[in-house]
T-cell receptor, first 113, second 114 residues
Framework: QQQVKQSPQSLIVQKGGISIINCAYE??????FPWYQQFPGKGPALLIA?????SEKKEGRFTISFNKSAKQFSLHIMDSQPGDSATYFC????????????FGTGTRLTVIP | DSGVTQTPKHLITATGQRVTLRCSPR?????VYWYQQSLDQGLQFLIQ???????AKGNILERFSAQQFPDLHSELNLSSLELGDSALYFC?????????????FGSGTRLTVV
């Protein structure tokens, strides 16, 4: 069973536009929701993370919106740039008794000039 | 450089063979996690070790095994390899196993089984 569902699978956005990626999770015990950015040939790198005691977190052009009742969270990239073109993974966790995260299937973002 | 070192970067081997992937965690990190990344499955959690002991198990096949050594480096052993085992294998590390959820990933090992 996929613990974290992510959509869309791919996204094409014009430079300067807003990129929005959505995720939904199953386990209400999860209390950490990070987003990772992965460039080709590299490992995922932590981009931004949120805990369920807040509904929004902003870091520069990146914002996480969190809806605890709906068990959903999303990543908004404002003023998207070609350098943002990468694969984005949402994650949630941890697994009780351990620390592993469950990842979504990823969204390939392409920002066109 | 993330501080997590994975070797080798690329590995090509034949079906039925056995390989060992190595991971050195970031300095000070006690937990090591192994993930498999394939095109259609995303990042699948395999196994976690904390300070030498297995902490959590995910979708790891019986043909796969792992261990974490006293110096905290970890090895993932894949045996009786099948074509479907071809994937990127990532190692990640974190400071501890419970309170700090931040992961640092290595650059991965690309395994191709032919």
């Amino acid at each position: 069973q996929q613990q974290v569902k992510q959509s869309p699978q791919s996204l094409i956005v014009q430079k300067g536009g807003i990129s929005i990626i959505n995720c939904a999770y199953e386990n209400t015990a999860f209390d950490y929701f990070p987003w990772y950015q992965q460039f080709p040939g590299k490992g995922p790198a932590l981009l931004i993370a949120i805990r369920p005691d807040v509904s929004e977190k902003k870091e520069g052009r990146f914002t996480i919106s969190f809806n605890k009742s709906a068990k959903q969270f999303s990543l908004h990239i404002m003023d998207s740039q070609p350098g943002d073109s990468a694969t984005y993974f949402c994650a949630a966790g941890p697994q009780p008794g351990a620390n592993n995260l469950f990842f979504g299937t990823g969204t390939r973002l392409t920002v066109i000039p | 450089d993330s501080g997590v070192t994975q070797t080798p970067k690329h590995l090509i081997t034949a079906t039925g063979q056995r390989v060992t992937l190595r991971c050195s965690p970031r300095s000070g990190d006690l937990s090591v996690y192994w993930y498999q990344q394939s095109l259609d499955q995303g990042l699948q959690f395999l196994i976690q070790y904390y300070n030498g002991e297995e902490r959590a198990k995910g979708n790891i096949l019986e043909r796969f095994s792992a261990q974490q050594f006293p110096d905290l480096h970890s090895e993932l052993n894949l045996s009786s390899l099948e074509l479907g085992d071809s994937a990127l294998y990532f190692c990640a590390s974190s400071v501890d196993a419970g309170q700090n959820y931040g992961y640092t990933f290595g650059s991965g090992t690309r395994l191709t089984v032919v």
